[in-house]
């Protein structure tokens, strides 16, 4: 069994080894810029890290884990186009550093590679490998356009918006670790629990995101603190902010996200002050916190050793423990 370190190592050879065509070079060159943007390659990491919980060697998954790179790369491609994002970890977005034409064809033949990676996956799992993967490509779709959807409407409920970001975050860390179980030979019943620990996880981990961009230490966290706020997003927070508001405070959060034009510091500031009378960051934490324990629930029900479990429970409490 190999250590995460050890298996970091093997993902960015990986990484460093994926081959595409040389040509057209407006149309591979922006592939390969995107997954040298680097990341923590997560969800890579865990079809690799579910393959060893279930006795099997990572290198088993590999390509599986590259599909997962790729697509979850492509996402990022055509999603920074809908947000009209013009840097991507500091950089600039592929759209932005060839053009959206190219952007949105690029992101089209990384759906190829990705499909081309799976292909290379032992025969004898092909067929769940492939309705994993395309159960999962499409739901971060469904997730997604719900979404842009949210950005039209204002009577948005938590519960829509909790299945918005299981569909659009959290059923991408599932399904890699299915991917992985899948490959190991695990049972169906273990696949579904692995997949139901990497749900809960991903949706424990957009919820601490929601906490962390309202408060975050800036020099920690690695992105604009109250973008969300900035640009009206419906989080859980403002979406829980509404639901218990009256008052003043439903003045306040009503007038803020109606201007047009404002000050950002001063919106920041007064959004947040309204979150503190109301204790919105205990109440998301507890959502969160509700959400992790499920999903350590569902992950003590695996039939594996503590032994072999211990690398993805480091991993996970690592991605829980971003400061505030």
């Not at 290379?120 to 719900?146: I, R, S, Y």
């Not at 009256?246 to 920041?268: A, I, P, Q, R």
């Amino acid at each position: 069994m190999h250590t995460t370190e050890e298996l970091q190592q093997i993902l960015e050879k990986a990484i460093q080894n994926l081959k595409f065509p040389d040509q057209p070079k407006q149309l591979y060159d922006p592939i390969t810029y995107i997954i040298n943007l680097g990341g923590k390659r997560i969800r890579p990491l865990l079809v690799l890290l579910a393959t060893e919980l279930f006795g099997k060697d990572a290198h088993d998954s590999i390509d599986a884990a590259m599909a997962i790179e790729v697509f979850h790369n492509f996402t990022l491609v055509h999603d920074d186009i809908m947000d009209n994002a013009p840097l991507r970890r500091g950089k600039a977005t592929v759209h932005e550093k060839w053009s959206i034409n190219t952007a949105i064809l690029s992101g089209d033949v990384m759906m190829v590679e990705a499909n081309k990676n799976l292909a290379k996956v032992n025969p004898v799992f092909l067929k769940d490998v492939l309705n994993t993967f395309n159960a999962t490509a499409q739901g971060v779709c469904e997730g997604q356009q719900l979404d842009m959807e949210f950005e039209m409407r204002d009577d948005v409920s938590i519960e829509e918006y909790i299945n918005m970001i299981r569909l659009k975050t959290a059923v991408l860390l599932g399904g890699a670790l299915k991917l992985g179980a899948i490959i190991a030979g695990a049972s169906e019943k273990d696949a579904d629990l692995i997949y139901q620990f990497g749900e809960n996880i991903g949706i424990a981990f957009q919820l601490q995101d929601d906490i962390l961009d309202v408060y975050a230490d800036p020099e920690k966290f690695g992105k604009q603190v109250g973008g969300d706020i900035i640009a009206n997003k419906k989080t859980f927070l403002l979406l829980k902010a509404f639901e218990l508001a009256d008052g003043e405070n439903k003045n306040s959060l009503d007038s803020w996200t109606g201007y047009k034009e404002f000050d950002s510091k001063e919106k920041v500031e007064t959004i947040k002050q309204v979150y503190n009378t109301l204790d919105i960051q205990n109440i998301a934490k507890e959502s969160m916190n509700d959400y992790l324990q499920k999903a350590l629930v569902v992950f003590k029900q695996i039939s594996a050793t503590e032994d072999a479990k211990q690398n993805l429970l480091t991993l996970t409490n690592q991605l829980m423990a971003r400061e505030y």
